[in-house]
C-alpha cells in the first residue's frame, strides 16, 4: 500500500494527476470538504481560533494539505477572527502537490513553510483532513478459524508468461487488462489480531492500523514535549466496537478512481487511491498513552454544526448553502464523517463537541 501510493514518481501521490475535484470530467478520483465548500474551513477555523487562545501558541500545522484549499480557507478566515497565524507548516510527501500548495497558497506565502517531518517538539494547533485514511494498514483475514497476515505475491500466471529475466521491467510497464495479473493476494499465519475480537465463526478480512496509531502517538509527543497544543483529525471512520463488528466481514479498504470505488488494489496501481477507514478508538488510545486528553469526538456534521456552520449557510447564497448540505447530511458526508480531537492538560472545553459528543463510544 505505501508502494502504490507514494514510491516516487510511480505511486498515486508521486505524480501529476489531478486527484482532487468535484466532478469526473476534471480528471479528479474524488472531492474532500475544503474542495466541496469555502465554509468547512471557516467553521473548522473557529475551533483552531479558540484552541490557539486555549493553548497561547500562534501556530498551525497541517498533514497532507491536498490542493491547498483548506489552508488556504483556515488562514483567511483565523486572520478575520483575529487570531492570524504568525506561521502556517504543511507536512506533505507529495511533491507535486507541494508544488500546487505553493501556487494556492502564494497571497500567504510570507507565513507558509513546508517541512518533511514533525519537529520532536510542537507547540500549536495541529489539523488533518482525509490523511489518516491515507496511511498504510496490515490486511487480517480469519479463514477457517485461523488469522493470517494478507499480502502481496507475485502471481503464478505472471512468471509463467514473462520471462525471468525480463520479469521486473514488465511489472513496472503492466498497463492493460489483457496483459497476465501481476499481483495476487497471499496468506501467512500471523500472531497478529484486531483489538477487538469479531464475534462468529465466519471468514473476515480487516484491518489493523499500527503506522497511523504511530503517527498520531509521535504527534501526540510533540505536543506534550512543546507543552500546549491540540490536534484535528476529521476523516471517514468508526469506533472500535463497530469497526469489527461481525458484519462487515469483508472490511473497509478500498480504492477511488475518477469518483467512482472499487474494492480490488492490486489493479491500475498507482493510477488510484488506495483507503481504509480509520479506527478511532486506536486513535483516542495511542493519543492518551502518548500524555494528551481527547477533547471530544463526533459527526462531522454535530462539530461544523457547534462551530457555526448554520449561521454561515443562513448569510451565503443558495448554490453554496446546497454544497455545504452535503458536509451535512448524513448520507452524504455528515454522518460517515467524524472528528476526534486532542489537546495537551489543560486545554479545557471544545466548542466543537459541545453537543453530541460520542466518546464514550470509543
Known amino acids: 500500500m505505501h508502494l502504490a501510493l507514494y514510491a516516487p514518481g510511480l505511486g498515486y501521490y508521486a505524480h501529476g494527476s489531478p486527484k482532487f475535484g468535484a466532478m469526473p470530467g476534471s480528471g479528479s478520483d474524488f472531492v474532500t470538504a475544503p474542495e466541496l465548500s469555502p465554509l468547512f474551513g471557516r467553521a473548522l477555523a473557529a475551533q483552531v481560533a479558540d484552541s490557539l487562545a486555549a493553548t497561547g501558541t500562534d501556530e498551525v500545522w497541517e498533514f497532507g494539505a491536498g490542493s491547498g484549499a483548506l489552508a488556504a480557507q483556515l488562514i483567511a478566515a483565523l486572520d478575520a477572527l483575529g487570531r492570524p497565524p504568525a506561521r502556517y507548516t504543511i507536512v506533505d510527501v507529495s511533491g507535486s502537490l507541494r508544488a500546487r500548495q505553493r501556487a494556492r497558497l502564494a497571497p500567504f506565502a510570507a507565513r507558509v513553510r513546508w517541512a518533511d517531518r ?4 510542537l507547540r500549536g494547533v495541529v489539523v488533518g483532513n482525509e490523511v489518516l485514511d491515507a496511511m498504510p494498514v496490515k490486511l487480517l ?3 477457517g478459524g485461523a488469522w493470517h497476515e494478507r499480502g502481496v505475491a507475485i502471481s503464478e500466471q505472471f512468471w509463467h508468461s514473462a520471462h525471468v529475466d525480463t520479469a521486473p521491467e514488465a511489472i513496472k510497464t503492466e498497463a492493460n487488462h489483457n496483459t497476465p ?8 499465519p500471523t500472531a497478529l489480531r484486531p483489538p477487538a475480537d469479531v464475534e462468529g465463526a465466519h471468514d473476515v478480512v480487516t484491518e489493523i492500523h499500527p503506522q497511523a496509531e504511530a503517527f498520531v502517538a509521535t504527534v501526540a509527543e510533540a505536543l506534550r514535549r512543546g507543552g500546549a497544543g491540540a490536534a484535528f483529525f476529521i476523516d471517514y471512520g468508526f469506533p472500535e466496537a463497530e469497526y469489527y463488528h461481525p458484519q462487515r466481514s469483508t472490511g473497509t479498504l478500498v480504492c477511488h478512481r475518477a469518483h467512482r470505488v472499487d474494492d480490488d488494489p492490486l489493479a491500475n496501481l ?12 486506536g486513535v483516542a488510545l495511542a493519543a492518551q498513552q502518548a500524555g494528551v486528553d481527547v477533547l471530544g469526538y463526533t459527526s462531522q456534521a454535530r462539530f461544523l454544526l457547534n462551530c457555526g456552520l448554520a449561521a454561515m449557510m443562513e448569510a451565503s447564497d443558495l ?10 447530511a448524513e448520507h452524504e458526508m455528515g454522518e460517515l464523517f467524524k472528528v476526534i480531537g486532542l489537546a ?3 486545554h479545557g ?7 453530541g459528543d460520542r466518546t464514550h463510544r470509543l
Not at 472545553?349 to 453537543?355: E, L
Open 118 to 121: 514533525l519537529p520532536e517538539a
Open 344 to 346: 495537551t492538560p489543560g
Open 319 to 328: 448554490p453554496t448553502r446546497a454544497t455545504a448540505m452535503k458536509l451535512l
Open 349 to 355: 472545553a471544545a466548542r466543537g463537541f459541545a453537543q
Open 270 to 281: 498507482g493510477a488510484k487511491d488506495i483507503t481504509a477507514h480509520v479506527d478511532f478508538t
Open 141 to 143: 483475514a480469519r479463514v
Open 181 to 188: 495479473r501481476t499481483f495476487t493476494w497471499a496468506d501467512r
